[in-house]
Every structure is written in C-alpha cells, then in structure tokens.
C-alpha cells in the first residue's frame, strides 16, 4: 500500500504532502513521520547508555551492564540497529509494513548486546511511534497489520528465549504491547478526526456555493421581476390607446424601452460584480428607493414615500435588503393588488430601521390583498425571498391583508445604536422628514 499521497496529520507533526510549517512555527512541528522515528531511536538509544552510567548523587548505575555493550562488537549490533532504524524510516512513506518490519529488526538486534530477558522500551520505543503513524496516515486494515506485526515480534522474541531455554521477561513485555495498542488507537483516531474535518470542509464549501446560487436567484428574481412587471403594465396600455391616442402609446413604449435598458444595465453590472467576486460591488440602497418610486409612478401606480427618524449611514447588506424588499413589495402592487397607488415607510429608530409597504386599495382591497396571498403565482417566492433576506439580517418580517383593505409587507432591520447628532439630512430625532414622488 503507497501513502505517499496521504501522510499523517497528527496535532504537531507534518503537514499534508510533506509541507513545512510557517517559519514562525516550532520546530518540532516541522518533523515528518520518518523524522519522529528517527528521533524516537535515539533518544532510546540516549536513555540506554544514561540507565548504564553513574549519574550523579548514585553510587552505581541503575541499571546492569554487560561486558558486550561496550565492548566492539556490542557497539557494532548497536550501531547496525541504527543503521536498520535510518533504513526503515525512510522507507514509511513508501512502504510502510516494510519499514515498520525494519525498525522491529532494529529493535531485536539492538536488544542483543544489553543481555536482557525482553525488547526493552528504549529499543521498541521507534516502532511504537511508527505504529502510530501508520494507524494515522493509511487504511484501516495496513493499520491493524501494523500492530499485529509489532506484537508479533514482541511476543515471538519472548517464544523463542523460552525455546531455546533462556529466560523470557513477559511481565516486563506487556506494557510494551499494551503501549502499542494505544499507539495504534490514538493514530486510528488521528485518522478519523482528519477525514471528519476534510468532510465537514466540504461540506461547508457546499452550503456556501448553495448559498451563493441562492443569492443569485433572489437578486435576479428582484431585479427582472420589478422591471417586467413596468414592461407589462406599459405594454398593455400602449396596445389599448394605440388607435386613439398614438401620442399616449409613443409614451409608453418609450417606458418599456427603458425600462428594458435599466434592466439590461443591472444584468451587466451584477454580471461584472460576480465576475470579479464582489456580489455587492454595485449593490443599491436606500438611496435607490425614491428613483424607484418615480419610475413606478410613471408606470401608473402612484408610490409616495415617507421617511421618519433621523437618516443615517446603514450597513451595507441593510441597505441592499431594504431596496430589495421595498422593490419586490411595489412590483407586487403593480402586478397583482389591482389599485393605483402605495405607501411605503422608512423609519430610523434607535436600535432598528422600520419598513412598511401598504397598498392604497379599498373596498375589495382587502380581497385582493388574500387572494393575492393564497396563489402562489402572486407574492409566492417574492414573500419567501423577502423573508430569508430579513431573516438572515436578524430582523422581523410580516406580510398579509389589512383590516381596512389592502396588502401590507412590513420588515424591522436591526441597527447599531442612533447616534445623539442629527442624521443625514440634518433632522433631529422624532423628527418627520416627508417626500412624495412625482405624481401623474
């Protein structure tokens, strides 16, 4: 099995494909898996000459020395071992059981020369780090085969003392396979913690491309639907006064001309905002509500809009939300509610901006504003999208027939707190600034 295109992430060792840390990192964050085997080999191989010196405040070493250690030919298994231990660890990335088996033969023959009754700590400690790693790094069965191949050489060292009558220390070998299993279990672990986050990645990556599509979908649909609905409105009563009145038709197909650049121009200019990955590059604002109105209010119906509170900067996704549901509640009237005229309300509170959208009907208002409600052609997505972009900003959204006749669609964004100065326009607060679009 290749791992060369997977290597182990554990908390503090390599980073994927065998990357370097930012230079600013630790150092031993910096270290591939052959590394820690290798520095696991020589500080047992450290801690294997300290155990046989006398260290200060002892009498004697702690541990027994046999002749053979430092003698030449115990220096000689030693420096071997070493040479096995360099060997396998550069081949882990490769093949990983291979080189495993290579550091248990280092670990054997590094045991040799201490005259001891099994593998001590010192000599296994490389292997149980490699175990680890190959737990981490590859499938679930190489990583059982790993272990299993550990434990194998540990116990069969024990089998073949006791064969050949010598003796075999298996009280003393059991933390070295229980330290292994732990090894293997920390590494599956390792492993499944990895392939969790890559999966929670991706599916994150997902839910913001969704995302994304979606705010396509509702900047489209609020951009289109609105001009369409003046294209229609002019269109039909162009084809009505055509043959009695040429002069009052000229106008209104000149208005579906223009209508039909301005939302030409919006297409390009939303086209060339994702184009350079800045949806609201040329997003419209609050600013756009009174433009909007006119142009409305050429189309036939009436839209006075009045402003209350002192005006002031809003942020940026506020204000795009607020033209789009002002936007999308007018193109409703103009295609469903049947009257001529709307209000819509803006109000600067303390702590958040208040919009209202009421339609002027009577009478049977109040019918058109429920049946509108109840088809789904009418307000239908328009509703559902007006209430995601509230919602997303953490505000309130209501929208259904009133008493007296009538639709109304209100939303409440929340604001940063109202600053004591004037606003924007130089009105105090509680204040009522009041402004009508052009009428007929």
Known sequence: MSTSDQEPRPAGAARPGGGREPSGGPRLGRLRPDGWVVLAWYVGLLFTFLLRMRLPGENQPSTFTPVQFYRW?????????????????????????H??????AAAVLGTLPLAVAHIPMAQFLAAIVAVYFVAAAGPYRTGLAALALALGVLFGHLAVRVLVGWEAGTTLALPLALSAVVAWALGRTAQQSRVSAEQTRAHHAEQAVTAERLRIARELHDMVAHSIGIIALQAGAARRVIDTQPERAREALAEVENAGRETLSGLRRMLGALREADGDAAAQGVADIEPLAAATTAAGVRVAVEWTGARRPVPPETELAVFRVVQESVTNVVRHAAVGECRVTIGYGAESLEVAVVNGGTGSGGRDGARVTATGSGYGYGLAGMRERVTLLHGRFAA?????????????????????????????PGEVVARAANEE
């Open 73 to 97: 030919d115990g220096l000689l298994t030693l420096a071997l071992a070493t040479a096995l231990t360099l060997r396998g660890a550069r081949r882990m990335d490769a093949r990983p059981l």
């Open 99 to 104: 080189g495993l088996g290579l550091l248990l």
């Open 400 to 428: 259904g027939p009133e008493p007296d006749g009538g639709f109304a669609v209100r939303a409440s964004f929340p604001l940063p707190p109202s600053p004591s100065a004037a606003g924007v326009d130089g009105a105090r």
